[in-house]
């Protein structure tokens, strides 16, 4: 038994290096420094154990699915890590999300943003979120779709305790990850669009887009942030 966990460990410790060698390689092949792309090592079928791990080898980001599941682990593992919501927010669980997470990934109704702003207010913080666009346009995924993105955007900076840091989309499920590279392009250059408006005094600066089989070509449209499973936990 003990065997096998050491032997387990060792397996985490090596797919993370492989997945941040990965990361290093393709910022250099696309000519970004490596410490533009952020890690978020998304823990969501891993246990406390194996979190443990990853925290012990260096990792300081992690995202979670679901409010539950995060609040069950915020109390063993705390304020350590920087926390990350990557799934579908329901209004409401937004109370529990405003107090444990530093980055809120999958804003996509004005709904939510007056329930974030409003649960934000009540503890005095300013909650960072990114817009969940659906760049692929599949029905089954979650995110506003393109054309909605300005006027979501211009609608959404008016709440005080909301921070729009950014963009994030999942891409389809495809064998070869150059057919999301679409997506992750397009997410891009919404957020350049948005940007050159000016209508606000900050810019976007954060692209959230990539997972373990495709985030190479995320990283090379300009990805800031990977959110990373199976390939470090497999
Ligand atoms: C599960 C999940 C990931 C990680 O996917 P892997 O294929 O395990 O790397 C990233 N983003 C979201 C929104 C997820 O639900």
Redesign the pocket.
């Known amino acids: 038994m003990l065997f096998y966990c050491v032997t387990k460990m060792a397996m985490i410790a090596d797919n993370l290096k492989a997945v941040t060698q990965r990361i290093s390689r393709s910022c250099a092949k696309s000519g970004r420094s490596a410490d533009v792309v952020k890690l978020v090592c998304?823990t969501?079928e891993a246990n406390l154990q194996q979190i443990e791990e990853v925290l012990a080898l260096g990792v300081k980001d992690i995202?979670e699915?679901r409010v539950q599941d995060a609040l069950f682990k915020y109390r063993s593992i705390g304020g350590r890590v920087t926390w990350h919501l990557?799934?579908h927010l329901q209004t409401n669980k937004v109370s529990h999300a405003v107090r444990i997470f530093s980055l809120i990934h999958s804003v996509d109704s004005l709904r939510l943003i007056e329930a974030i702003d409003r649960e934000a207010k009540k503890i005095s913080k300013v909650q960072d979120i990114l817009i969940q666009v659906n760049t692929s346009g599949e029905e089954s995924k979650f995110g506003i779709s393109q054309d909605e993105v300005r006027p979501f955007f211009e609608k959404a900076v008016l709440y005080p305790n909301i921070n729009i840091s950014g963009l994030m989309t999942?891409a389809p499920e495809v064998p070869d990850p150059e057919e999301a590279r679409p997506c992750f392009r397009r997410l891009r250059e919404l957020r350049d669009e948005i940007n050159s408006l000016k209508l606000t005094a900050y810019s976007l600066k954060l692209l959230s887009m990539g997972?373990?089989?495709d985030f190479e070509a995320a990283i090379e449209e300009g990805s800031t942030m990977v959110?990373?499973?199976?390939?470090i936990f497999k």
């Open positions: 998304v969501k995202g699915n990557i799934g999942m997972m373990s089989n959110r990373v499973g199976r390939a």
